[in-house]
């Protein structure tokens, strides 16, 4: 079984980021993950946008892949995200970089950009491996 597969077949309980936002695991491999969330009326809030809190479940959902893909469990202690832009394509991809991972604790940063390679978020998030 390929790494994406086994991923999603693990990742499916986590039935908020998966089933209902729409998340998608587009690439997974040791402490690294890429996701996607294709756009639809459903992410948007009130004045028409992309809400913020769609944009932070795709980052935080692609740091639980990156820490918890065949590794020991790791949560998240502390996550800050910082918003540059609203999306201007269809489809958003979570991508997490390995800062540091050390026998307990792990730093990460993921870039959320658009399908026209937009910048739209940075989140840089501490985790707790338990």
Same mark, same amino acid.
Do not use: W
């Given at each position: *079984?390929?790494?994406?597969?086994?991923?999603?077949?693990?990742?499916?309980?986590? =039935?908020?980021? *998966?089933?209902? &936002?729409?998340? %998608?695991?587009?690439?997974?491999?040791? =402490?690294?993950?890429?996701?996607?969330?294709? /756009?639809?009326? =459903?992410? /948007?809030?009130?004045?028409?946008?992309?809400?913020?809190?769609?944009?932070?479940?795709?980052? %935080?959902?692609?740091?639980?892949?990156?820490?918890?893909?065949?590794? $020991?469990?790791?949560?998240? &202690?502390?996550?800050?995200?910082?918003? *540059?832009?609203? $999306?201007?394509?269809?489809?958003?991809?979570?991508?997490? =970089? /390995?800062?540091?991972?050390?026998?307990?604790?792990?730093?990460?940063?993921? %870039?959320? +950009?658009? %399908? /026209?390679?937009? $910048?739209?978020?940075?989140?840089? +998030?501490?985790? *707790?491996?338990?």
């Amino acid at each position: *079984m390929d790494k994406i597969k086994k991923a999603k077949e693990i990742f499916i309980k986590d =039935r908020y980021a *998966m089933v209902t &936002t729409g998340i %998608d695991i587009v690439a997974v491999d040791e =402490r690294y993950a890429k996701c996607s969330l294709k /756009l639809d009326e =459903r992410h /948007l809030n009130a004045t028409g946008h992309v809400m913020g809190g769609a944009i932070f479940t795709l980052a %935080d959902f692609v740091f639980a892949v990156a820490t918890n893909f065949e590794q $020991p469990p790791t949560v998240t &202690t502390v996550s800050q995200i910082s918003y *540059m832009g609203s $999306p201007k394509g269809k489809v958003l991809y979570g991508e997490s =970089r /390995l800062l540091k991972d050390g026998k307990r604790a792990c730093y990460y940063e993921i %870039d959320i +950009t658009d %399908d /026209l390679g937009n $910048p739209v978020a940075m989140v840089s +998030t501490s985790g *707790m491996h338990i």
